[in-house]
């Protein structure tokens, strides 16, 4: 049962890259890991997912090293609108293999 | 193409009651997971449906049952209500096919904010 460990909350300022780490020692050969962003009393909205390696779109880059342990959101240039609670999940996959979200990561964004 | 909604968007209930709540999946996607989201916490996984059937289950008890119906809409009953149940109700869907991949990207609604009181 692949479970993540989180830091609890993070401060950065405005314009800087923020680096989200995530463990998941037990994760399993098909899981995928996601990483969600929730802002207060709405539904988490999809960052990015990724298997192994690295993965990047435009809004964030994905780091996986190679055993697959523990992986990295990098958001680049932060603003204001970025404060929020980010999950990293694991899971996915075949044959249904659900997602568990862990505690997640706020992060604050200042001026 | 509107993405997932949820019904209704808050309600209260007295313990002991019971409640039903609705969700309306991505167009295009065949399954449906429920989580459960006490404030300040992570949302828990309650269960997942995929071709009107139960495919996966989280550590809930037998209070919470669900349906998915023939259009891929689904429903999370909650019976006997307790204080404890009340929280943000998330539904999300996503895409499996055939091979019940599930390991694409899940598209979450709003939720369905319950006080039990």
């Known amino acids: 049962l692949a479970k993540t460990t989180q830091p609890i909350s993070m401060d950065s300022y405005e314009g800087q890259e923020v680096n989200i780490t995530c463990s998941h020692n037990?994760?399993?050969?098909?899981?995928?890991i996601t990483w969600y962003q929730q802002f207060p009393s709405q539904g988490p909205r999809f960052i990015i997912q990724?298997?192994?390696t690295k993965v990047t779109n435009e809004v964030a880059s994905l780091f996986i090293p190679a055993d697959r342990k523990s992986s990295t959101l990098s958001l680049p240039r932060v603003s204001l609108s970025d404060t929020a609670v980010y999950y990293c999940?694991?899971?996915?996959?075949?044959?249904?293999?659900?997602?568990?979200f862990g505690s997640g990561t706020k992060l604050n964004v200042k001026p | 193409d509107a993405g997932v909604t949820q019904s209704p968007t808050h309600l209260i209930k007295t313990r002991g009651q019971q409640v039903t709540l609705r969700c309306s999946p991505k167009?295009?996607?065949?399954?449906v997971s429920w989580y459960q989201q006490a404030l300040g916490q992570g949302p828990q996984f309650i269960f997942q449906?995929?071709?009107?059937?139960?495919?996966q289950r989280g550590n809930f008890p037998d209070r919470f049952s669900g349906h998915q119906f023939p259009n891929y809409s689904s429903e999370l009953n909650v019976n006997a209500l307790l204080l404890g149940d009340s929280a943000l109700y998330l539904c999300?869907?996503?895409?499996?096919?055939?091979?019940?991949?599930?390991?694409?990207?899940?598209?979450f609604g709003e939720g369905s904010r319950l006080t039990v009181l």
């Open positions: 999300a869907s996503s895409f499996a096919g055939l091979a019940g991949t599930t390991g694409g990207e899940l598209f």
């Open positions: 037990n994760i399993a050969t098909n899981d995928y």
């Open positions: 990724g298997y192994k």
């Open positions: 999940l694991v899971g996915g996959g075949y044959n249904f293999n659900k997602f568990y």
């Open positions: 167009s295009g996607h065949d399954t």
């Open positions: 449906y995929y071709e009107e059937e139960e495919r």
